[in-house]
């Protein structure tokens, strides 16, 4: 892991936020409606209840900051604002914090040029990776740091996994190590170094969880009774008295024989190039959650951002922020019911697309039409149906915005293994949505573009051109 530590330029933006916040009474906190988003808004609005300043919080998607009236002594800003005009509409008295760490459209200088307090505080100014490096929640928790409050760490490993900063290397890096490590001496997280990446690791039956594993087709791919059969082989005991086992409560001996068996199964699956990455597909750290109960979703970082998710797909933030400070009673039951439905919708969907035969195969891409799928689930759709598509192409969802926008929103996921390759494809399709008309970005393997609903053909004409000689297909 490497060391790292906060830059100057920056730890002096955080002591600038701690004192903005110290004189304010009238805060407005705005922050992105995603786990990210909503633990760096949980993150805030606990600081500012614990130092008593009254505070109004809204989550908003990114096409909701336009236009925005600044009317409060104090806007902050979290996990989005850098790559929108929020400030158009400050008043000179308007005291504005962004905590963000996406692409920025204005330079450290730019507080310079204004009337107003302007104070942007964002990992790419100082030379820091933000797709794997820090989160929204992640800025958001250094400052709360900056008042002493590190018992909130906690929230900012569940926003940096929420965000998939460590899709890639299976480990928490740069910024994000050190929040990773105040949540760890504070005793909020335990890491399982080197864990197998399988989702649902303390509420899933193992034999589930392997049935969902890799996007790349396997005997065990959305086969139980042959990953049953494997546990079996491996002489993996299937149940403790009536209860299914998870992943949670293998022995150490036991996932090290799992291990071996996936990388074995998985280096035969795919072309000889990839055999490398493979060990990177089985193995990443997990985290728990030690004030959580175990085999609850909360007590896994990833299956808690599940639940995040799921609040925020069908608009109820509130509940999720309500759990994330620490009030459960209500809240909880409510959230198992969304959880609940989220995945009974999702399967159906599946199920339709399956059923309806949707998925269209051209030379480099695969698409469906989600016609009727909300917008938000749409990415979600695409990265489950792909292990039953072809892995070694993309998988691309489109779907209508709303009744009345008939623009369309699109979700690309693909293999990791094709990010190994070094294509990027929020780049890719950053660049493809702008010459439709459109706009769109993302990471490597998870990414997203809104465009004009007569321009979708082009789209995927020139998206299928884009990659030819990229995408292999032996
Ligand atoms: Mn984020």
């Not at 307090?117 to 992640?138: A, R």
């Not at 690791?201 to 890799?214: D, E, G, K, M, N």
């Not at 399709?429 to 393997?445: D, L, P, T």
Request: hydrophobic share 35%; glycine share 8%.
């Amino acid at each position: 892991m490497k060391a790292m530590e906060i830059p100057k330029e920056m730890d002096k933006a955080y002591k600038n936020a701690k004192k903005t916040i110290e004189n304010s009474e009238d805060i407005k906190v705005y922050s992105h409606n995603d786990c990210d988003g909503i633990s760096a808004g949980s993150i805030l609005s606990t600081m500012l209840d614990r130092l008593n300043k009254d505070h109004e919080k809204e989550f908003v998607s990114l096409d909701k900051l336009e236009n925005l009236e600044i009317e409060h002594e104090l806007t902050i800003f979290s996990d989005l604002g850098s790559g929108q005009e929020v400030d158009e509409f400050a008043k000179s008295s308007s005291k504005i914090i962004i905590l963000d760490h996406h692409p920025p459209i204005r330079d450290l200088n730019y507080k310079y040029k204004i009337l107003h307090d302007f104070n942007e505080i964002n990992p790419l100014h100082h030379g820091i990776d933000g797709s794997y490096h820090v989160s929204g929640g992640g800025l958001s928790y250094l400052l709360a740091k900056k008042f002493g409050y590190t018992d909130l760490s906690w929230i900012g490993v569940l926003a940096a996994v929420g965000d998939m900063q460590n899709s890639m290397t299976g480990k928490l890096e740069g910024l994000n190590s050190i929040i990773l490590q105040d949540a760890v001496n504070e005793g909020h997280v335990k890491v399982i170094n080197d864990d197998l990446s399988l989702y649902g690791r303390q509420t899933r039956p193992l034999f589930v969880a392997l049935s969902y594993f890799s996007d790349v087709k396997l005997p065990i791919t959305n086969n139980t009774t042959e990953a049953i059969a494997l546990m079996k082989d491996l002489g993996i005991e299937r149940k403790t008295g009536d209860a299914s086992r998870t992943l949670s409560d293998l022995t150490d001996i036991e996932k090290g024989k799992l291990f071996s068996e996936l990388v074995k199964m998985l280096s035969k699956a795919v072309p000889n190039r990839y055999v490398k990455h493979v060990p990177k597909l089985v193995a990443a750290d997990s985290y728990e959650f030690l004030d959580e109960e175990n085999k609850t979703f909360l007590r896994d970082a990833s299956e808690f951002s599940t639940g995040i998710n799921a609040c925020s797909r069908n608009n109820r933030e509130d509940i999720a922020l309500e759990i994330l400070k620490g009030n459960r009673n209500e809240s909880l039951d409510e959230l198992e019911a969304i959880l609940m439905e989220h995945k009974t919708n999702l399967a159906q969907t599946i199920h339709k697309i399956e059923e309806k035969d949707l998925i269209v195969e051209k030379e480099n891409i695969q698409y469906f039409d989600g016609f009727g799928i909300k917008t938000n689930i749409v990415g979600t759709i695409a990265g489950m149906i792909l292990s039953q598509g072809n892995w070694r192409k993309p998988m691309i969802g489109f779907t209508q915005i709303d009744e009345e926008n008939q623009n369309l929103k699109i979700s690309l996921r693909c293999s990791k293994l094709l990010a190994y390759d070094g294509i990027h494809f929020g780049n890719i399709i950053r660049k493809i949505a702008k010459s439709v008309g459109g706009n769109g970005g993302g990471h490597s393997v998870a990414c997203g573009a809104y465009i004009p609903s007569d321009k979708k053909d082009e789209f995927f004409n020139n998206l299928n051109q884009q990659l030819d000689g990229l995408i292999v297909n032996s």
